[in-house]
């Protein structure tokens, strides 16, 4: 079976039709179709045989009922509960891959960390519900050496919100992400900012209640978005403020400061542009009599099961 990333189209599919043209490589592929992009209700799984961008489809896969698929509708390449199954019994999974089964309520909420603890570095966790959308997880080290689990992997439906032309989020302590989206007919340049929550007391890296916050854009728009970081929350005057970026360079985003001592740092996302931004701040040295703080922002291609 083969598998590609970042891959989405829009498409219309009559119940009981078997074939349909598709932009792949040729291959054998599981796919899925949603009635939206963004906050889909109903779901059917596929598989697809692509020759030269025709393809031959076996409708009404893993329980999933074969219907019609109206404008607006879309199929997406994307892990599926058969596929997990098939990789946790030794089908492409690691001996100690853990697979685990959550709630439409956890998924909501951006997948929380693994509730089995890592046991070596590299290994892996899938989060899953019933209609096959995962989240994946990797085990790392920290830097003070401590065993824990990292995201990878968000799923098609945890894109985010759509949002209006100007739009601000305050991320309270609790929260565990943020993502927002907008569709391809967009019209209007974006303006985002995030207001980013206080640090947890005590901690030094990684110091917000849940480490490090996945910040994720889907920009599948013509329009340029600017996005605005803001650590006011967790601001202190008269303490040296550091900023660490890393990977803006690579995807081609502008970087850029502004507002009161700089301390907001803006990015300039471009048309069709799609990027997940790891926030995590600090203050420090450990011990609680701070000397200095600051932000560390990491960049990197989003990397969905699409």
Request: charged residues 20%; hydrophobic residues 40%; proline residues 5%.
């Amino acid at each position: 079976m083969n598998f590609i990333n970042n891959w989405l189209r829009e498409i219309t599919l009559e119940q009981g039709a078997e074939s349909c043209p598709l932009d792949l490589p040729s291959g054998d592929y599981r796919l899925t179709l949603a009635d939206a992009a963004s906050g889909a209700t109903r779901w059917e799984i596929v598989d697809a045989v692509v020759l030269g961008g025709a393809a031959t489809l076996v409708r009404a896969r893993e329980g999933t009922a074969d219907q019609e698929w109206p404008a607006g509708s879309v199929i997406y390449c994307d892990v599926t509960a058969e596929t997990l199954a098939s990789m946790a019994s030794g089908g492409g999974g690691t001996d100690d891959t853990l697979v685990e089964m959550i709630t439409e309520e956890a998924h909501t909420s951006f997948f929380g960390a693994p509730a089995s603890a890592p046991a070596r570095v590299g290994q892996r966790c899938l989060q899953m519900i019933d209609n096959g959308s995962a989240c994946e997880w990797v085990a790392h080290t920290d830097w003070e050496q401590v065993l824990r689990w990292a995201r990878l992997v968000l799923p098609l439906r945890d894109w985010g919100v759509l949002v209006p032309d100007i739009h601000t989020h305050t991320i309270g302590a609790q929260d565990r992400a943020y993502a927002a989206t907008t569709d391809r007919g967009a019209e209007n340049p974006r303006s985002i900012t995030v207001n980013l929550p206080a640090l947890v007391e005590g901690v030094y890296e990684d110091a917000f209640a849940h480490g490090p916050l996945p910040l994720v854009f889907t920009n599948w728009s013509q329009q340029t978005w600017t996005l605005r970081f803001d650590p006011s929350a967790f601001w202190v005057d008269g303490l040296a403020y550091e900023l660490l970026l890393e990977g803006f360079d690579r995807l081609g985003l502008t970087v850029s400061q502004e507002g009161i001592d700089d301390r907001i740092t803006v990015v300039t996302l471009p048309a069709e542009t799609q990027v997940w931004i790891d926030a995590a701040g600090w203050a420090g040295p450990p011990g609680g009599n701070y000397e200095n703080f600051g932000l560390n922002l990491t960049a990197r291609p989003i990397s969905l099961y699409l």
